[in-house]
């Protein structure tokens, strides 16, 4: 009976160990949502309510706010948001291309909520001035340096980010530049990407973290 037992519990907490969720959005209304979670067939939610675990908090005109596996994903139509560590502990999250085949999502810097854009080109993270203010990023003992703009060379700051969290994905110590001027998202660049193994498969990326 008790080994009965002990295969019982162990069969019982399998699913919870291997507990992920994918969620997408695929259509937007006033106060609505239609996603896709999991891999199944779209559900059309109402702010407010509640499907699988997964809660629609708010809709914008080009995104939705949702709640699932204990965080807030904002994503606009076409983006996924996948959370879940799998049974190793493993951090990682996918991301799904805009019309545009730019990889855009929602993250925390120094605990602040930052929109993200994915940015290989970039060598560090950066960040507009109102990002870093809302993040808290301390500018008095910053360095200096010259960043290339669309409108030339200007000057921005070097900082150190205490933490950046993207999905299951969360890092600390990171670089980053800071522009004086406003910026609609941040560039998640490769001071960031470097310590990720990046798979790219058609519109969709998945970054893993390697340390």
């Known amino acids: 009976m008790a080994h009965f037992s002990a295969a019982l519990f162990?069969?019982?907490l399998l699913p919870t160990l291997a507990q992920a969720t994918e969620v997408g959005v695929v259509g937007l209304f006033p106060g609505k949502a239609v996603l896709v979670i999991n891999g199944g067939n779209p559900r059309t939610l109402s702010v407010g309510t509640k499907v699988d675990d997964v809660k629609l908090i708010g809709v914008e005109q080009n995104a939705a706010t949702l709640e699932f596996d204990g965080k807030r994903h904002r994503l606009a139509i076409?983006?996924?948001a996948f959370t879940g560590t799998g049974g190793g502990g493993e951090q990682a999250i996918t991301l799904v291309a805009d019309v545009r085949g730019h990889f855009i999502t929602t993250g925390t810097i120094n605990g602040a909520t930052i929109p993200l854009m994915v940015d290989t080109?970039?060598?560090t993270i950066a960040l507009g001035a109102s990002h870093a203010r809302r993040?808290?990023?301390d500018l008095r003992n910053a360095r200096t340096v010259p960043i290339q703009t669309a409108n030339g060379i200007t000057q921005a700051w070097l900082v150190s980010l205490n933490t950046v969290r993207v999905g299951d994905v969360t890092l600390h110590s990171v670089e980053a530049t800071v522009a004086g001027h406003d910026m609609p998202h941040a560039l998640l660049g490769m001071s960031f990407?470097?310590?990720m193994e990046?798979?790219?498969d058609g519109e969709t990326m998945?970054?893993?973290k390697r340390y």
Do not use: S
Request: some cysteine; proline content about 0%.
């Open 198 to 200: 990046m798979k790219r």
């Open 206 to 208: 998945t970054l893993r």
């Open 135 to 137: 993040a808290n990023v």
């Open 10 to 12: 162990a069969c019982l």
């Open 121 to 123: 080109g970039a060598t």
């Open 193 to 195: 990407l470097n310590r």
């Open 78 to 80: 076409g983006q996924h």
